[in-house]
């Protein structure tokens, strides 16, 4: 095949959820796995140039959150040399890194994807259940599910960009080129979802840049396997350099150089416009303007009608809270329900709550881990106990925390009368659902409520099987959500099938895993060949 063929890239499928029921064959191999990692202490090493140092700062161990005793790995902090080597071959890789083919960078990530899936399975994912504390569900559906359709789906988008041409005229071509930034990329990636990790650094990578990138600390097990993945999948050196430790020293580096070209993070809304404030303090000092693209914090609410499924509800309102400890951006922490309904679930809603199992997750029984590390414990619990003091919300279940083995609370549902209790509006991004009561004939007050409550616009969803309160709840709560769910929980997006984002306080909606999130990584160049040109300066008129 010549060499500048314009090919067409594999259909991307989703790749398929596995269930690891007892006596599977894929729940065998995982249990080994798990043990096998849970019984080293191994050495997390940054990745430079390709070149494994190890973090020059202090030392911080990586531990499972649900026996916090239980060490799984030790990294060094970053410091400003070790941030000034990652930024220096970010861009001593970029050259040759943009001047392949998109083909030949495409290929990577979907090698990279199938050994994800394959081979590297069950590594990715002990790693993902012990030091993130996921459940097996929750681990399979993020690494390795999610993040092999990023790594898929992004391939598939990223060609039908490029295959993006202008019009012609007669005796004219145009033409667009999509060019990667010029200078390199910063991915920052929080704790809580291996696959955003794998995501906010190779996204920009597939468009032709080269990228520093900064998981967070207690993720950084699983981060130092993907690593590895990407190198087995033929990543070059230099183009995606990991820097482990909290990013302050890093920052300092990154953000004041002149050739960042952009800033891909998700994380919480505080650090986000934090960071984004350091890049408007540097402005003036930049090359070109470095393109910002965060997805940051959420208060995910769950709004029911009257004439509301009482079983879809249930449902709902448990995966949607507490499914991974409610620690996903998209957790459902605020529920606006009609009196009628709430008197009809509360007792069984509850009595299933207080049932749900909270634990290791290596016992695959529980439906629940720990939260991911004290600074998490600390303020789930301080809220809990703020509520508990609040003559005006009443705690109906749960509210129990014990952090002896591991930062463990119990799922909890809070119920207030006062739609404006913080409750309903500041993020604790732990097991806490806030509940509003409301009379079943203030649907139209509800849906204001729920628009206005948070300054948040991430992940919602309405129960109902009235059409027309379905019609009112989609068509008045439609900036209160990036994502929006009809008779389902707010939770769970799929790649390919829900582009996953929100607006307001929740970040700049650039839609991870979509055509949208990867344009932001290019940067077009419009050329026009004029095939005959004039060659006399005056025009017709000029007679
Ligand atoms: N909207 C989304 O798609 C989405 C997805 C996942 C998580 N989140 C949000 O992320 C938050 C939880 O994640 P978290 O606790 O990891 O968030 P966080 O803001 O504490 O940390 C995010 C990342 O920023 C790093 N960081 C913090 N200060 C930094 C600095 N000065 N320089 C460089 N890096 C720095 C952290 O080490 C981490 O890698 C929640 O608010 C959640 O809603 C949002
Ligand atoms: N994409 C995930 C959320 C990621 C945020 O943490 C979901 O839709 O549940």
New binding site residues.
Partial sequence: MPIDAVTQVPIPRNEPVRDYAPGSPERDRLERRLDDLAGEVIPLPMTIAGEQRFGAGERIDVVQPHHHTARLGMLGNATREDARLAVDAALAAGPEWRSLSFDDRAAVFLRAADLLAGPWRETVTAATMLGQSKTVQQAEIDSPC?LADFWRFNVHFARQILADQPQSSPGVWNRTDHRPLEGFVYAVT?F??TA?AGNLPTAPALMGNTVVWKPAPAQTLSAFYLMRVLEAAGLPPGVVNMVTGDGRQLSQVALADPALAGLHFTGSTATFQSLWQTIGANLGSYRAYPRIVGETGGKDFLVAHRSADPQILKTALIRGAFEYQGQ???ALSRAYLPRGLWQQIKDDLLAEVDALTVGDVTDLSNFMGALIDRPAFDRNRAAIDRAVRDPTVELVAGGQYDDAIGYFVRPTVLVSGDHRNEIFSTEYFGPILAVHVYEDSRWDDVLRRVDSGSPYGL?GSVIAQDRYAIAQAVERLRFAAG?FYVNDRP???VVGQ?P?GGGRGSGTNDKAGAAQNLLRWTSARSIKETFVPPTDHRYPHMG
Avoid: M, Y
Wanted: hydrophobic fraction near 25%; charge should be neutral.
């Fill in positions: 999610e929080p809580n979802f955003i996903k951006c998209s992940t994502n939770t769970g997006a829900q996953f």
